[in-house]
């Protein structure tokens, strides 16, 4: 712990996250007038998934912090995936 | 390394130094030592109870028919005697006592790494305990839906259900903070020299059960908020008549709550596997294929939820693929067992009363994984499903399993915990009547249940009684064997105990019994070569 230093993300870094999370909300609700029929959910979770991705990477520091924490990220959202993939199974197949 | 330069010795962490003198020193300390011992005694407060209902549900059952009280309160007091011993008692059970007491120790550390939030977390405990208890005296009555909250009869049953799903709500909070707490305190308070594969397998029991608290609790937190919006906003979740898929409950359920019963186990198996080489005198065998297996077994364990629901009406794909993955998960498990035979194998065994219960705790496990097998298999669960055999296989696990295990570990770091010993005679005995009153009490259901006795019915056929009657006595001997280990161990203060009365290895019986506040006077290391288990 002691040779650590805390990195301090400049104002300007943090002000492009913001325009970026509300431009890309403001593309989630223009989409939801195109009828993009049975593409309809993957647009929206993909547009939400860049999102995550960038609340993760800049205002939750992941950028800057050890690989460890970015390991920990990917095991979770792999765990994440294979209870939708196993419940899927379910569903699927009915 | 940093060397402490007062030579007066510190006092026990027993003895108040603060601010606040008697209950409030309690109260307010933040010592992870302290704070693990009122979990214990709010434990053994909440089984005590779980214990009295189990035996006035044996009571109704003693004769066919009714006896004491109606249907109605028969599937209320079921429900709380699951929601206690679930919610209050297994799933926080030892990770919550002896992870606190014994895990920083074990670690080299002063304390986990957020006192506070530990301080949090057990008052989070004992509102969400406060909450659920809270059901059985307000509103329509005691809710009768079993602990699993089913839907959609939770959605539609008039009872008080809000308050119960809200009260398991709370306490999960309290385990994703302790889970927490420990994944950071393993992480970075490590003494100099411990490496991840050179500490001690309780501790990484602990690791892996922490993990399943973070990841796997938020999904039933959800879930029960999903009852409850359903229930006062009439939002189509899992009720059919608006809508909702009850499967859907089922699945999210499981997906929480068949990982907890691995937070329930895993720092049981971690318990077995500190007391086993310390009474055998021996090297534990195979440590990274123990420490490995924890891992294994949380990770595996998040995928076999839905053997709880073949049944269910769920696809014939996702039946055999959950099967399979059932089956995956008792090779870990078993690989552990093989680990303690093995470990016991040309060791010095001392038959003290910890190893003793350890033993216990092998050959329960052992029935409850065997018949879990035959309840993960799909042909023959159908058969057995929803049966007395369920009720005596998770029994098996849960309580032969945990709760042999929480009575190892009492006997086990009493001395550690009090700084005194306690009469090995008595605590013999105490294992003679848990024991023998265990199996007489949950052998007898396998058999009524492969005969088609069904859980949770407050009647039956007049061929099951001679078995229900043979659980009521066994329930007894349980009982009484409960009540001589409370006497054991709290009637009156035994002898003062040596630091390490039992020869063992780890960090804890290399200070002062009891510990002072900060534990090590002289921060410990770990040389290059030690290892945790070093036994000639």
């Known amino acids: 712990m002691h040779n650590e230093t805390a990195h301090i993300t400049p104002y300007r870094a943090h002000a492009w996250v913001l325009i970026t999370l509300l431009t890309l909300t403001f593309v989630t609700i223009t989409v939801t007038w195109v009828d993009l029929s049975a593409l309809t959910v993957l647009v929206a979770m993909l547009i939400a998934s860049v999102k995550a991705y960038i609340v993760l990477t800049y205002f939750m520091h992941l950028k800057f912090e050890s690989s460890l924490f970015r390991v920990f990220v990917v095991m979770v959202l792999a765990i994440y995936v294979l209870v939708i993939l196993f419940t899927l199974s379910d569903y699927l197949f009915r | ?536």
Do not use: C
């Not at chain 2, 309690?26 to 709010?42: C, E, F, P, Q, V």
């Not at chain 2, 919006?229 to 499967?247: K, Q, T």
């Not at chain 2, 298999?377 to 309580?399: E, G, M, Q, R, S």
């Not at chain 2, 949770?456 to 329930?475: A, K, V």
């Open chain 2, 1 to 536: 390394m940093t060397e402490q330069t007062t030579h007066h010795p510190e006092p026990s962490y027993l003895v108040d130094t603060g601010k606040y003198k008697g209950l409030m020193a309690w109260l307010t300390s933040t010592d992870h030592k302290r704070i693990g011992l009122m979990y214990m005694y709010a434990m053994m407060v909440f089984f005590a109870v779980g214990v009295l209902l189990g035996v006035v549900m044996r009571m109704e059952l003693f004769w066919p028919g009714q006896q004491f009280y109606g249907p109605q309160m028969y599937n209320g007091i079921f429900t709380i005697h699951g929601i206690i011993m679930i919610f209050t008692v297994v799933i926080p059970g030892l990770a919550a006592v002896f992870g606190n007491f014994s895990m920083p120790i074990m670690i080299g550390a002063k304390d986990v790494a957020f006192p506070r939030l530990n301080l949090f977390s057990f008052y989070l405990y004992v509102l969400g305990a406060a909450i659920a208890l809270s059901s059985q005296f307000m509103g329509n009555g005691p809710p009768d839906t079993g602990w699993t909250f089913y839907a959609p009869y939770s959605i539609q049953t008039h009872t008080n259900v809000v308050a119960a799903v809200f009260g398991a709500f709370v306490l999960g909070f309290s385990s994703i903070l302790t889970g927490l707490n420990f994944i950071v305190t393993m992480h970075r308070m490590r003494a100099p020299g411990m490496t991840f594969f050179k500490m001690p397998l309780f501790p990484w029991s602990l690791y892996a059960t922490a993990w399943i608290q973070v990841l796997a609790t938020p999904i039933v937190g959800i879930t029960l908020l999903m009852i409850i919006a359903e229930r006062w906003l009439r939002i189509g979740f899992f009720d059919p008549s608006l809508g909702g898929d009850p499967v859907l409950y089922q699945h999210l359920f499981w997906i929480y709550s068949h990982p907890a019963v691995y937070i329930m186990i895993l720092p049981a198996m971690g318990v077995i596997t500190e007391i086993i080489p310390t009474f055998a005198q021996k090297k534990v065998f195979g440590y990274k294929a123990i420490a490995i297996s924890s891992l294994a077994i949380a990770l595996v364990g998040y995928f076999v939820w839905a053997h709880h629901m073949y049944t269910s009406g769920m696809s014939t794909t996702a039946r055999w693929v959950f099967s399979l993955l059932t089956f995956l998960v008792a090779v870990p498990s078993a690989i552990k067992v093989f680990n303690w035979v093995t470990t016991m194998y040309k060791g010095s065994i001392s038959m003290k009363p910890p190893m003793l219960f350890a033993i216990g705790f092998i050959f329960l496990f052992m029935i409850g994984g065997m018949t879990g097998l035959s309840l993960g298999a799909l042909a023959t669960n159908v058969h057995v499903h929803d049966t007395a055999y369920v009720v005596a296989h998770f029994h098996y696990i849960v309580f032969g399993g945990v709760g042999f295990a929480f009575f190892a570990a009492i006997y086990y770091w009493y001395p550690k915990m009090y700084g005194r010993m306690y009469n090995f005679k008595m605590a013999n005995w105490s294992f003679v009547f848990l024991f023998s009153g265990f199996n007489l009490l949950y052998f007898p259901q396998f058999i009524i249940g492969m005969m088609g006795m069904p859980r949770r019915y407050f009647d039956y056929l007049p061929q099951f009684t001679f078995g229900h009657q043979l659980s009521f006595f066994g329930g007894i001997l349980l009982v009484i064997g409960f009540i001589i280990m409370l006497i054991t161990l709290f009637s009156k203060k035994g002898a003062k105990a040596p630091d390490n009365p039992w020869g063992g290895r780890t960090f804890e019986w290399r200070i002062a019994s009891p510990p002072t506040l900060e534990n090590f006077e002289v921060m410990p290391e770990m040389g290059p070569d030690e290892q945790p288990y070093d036994y000639k």
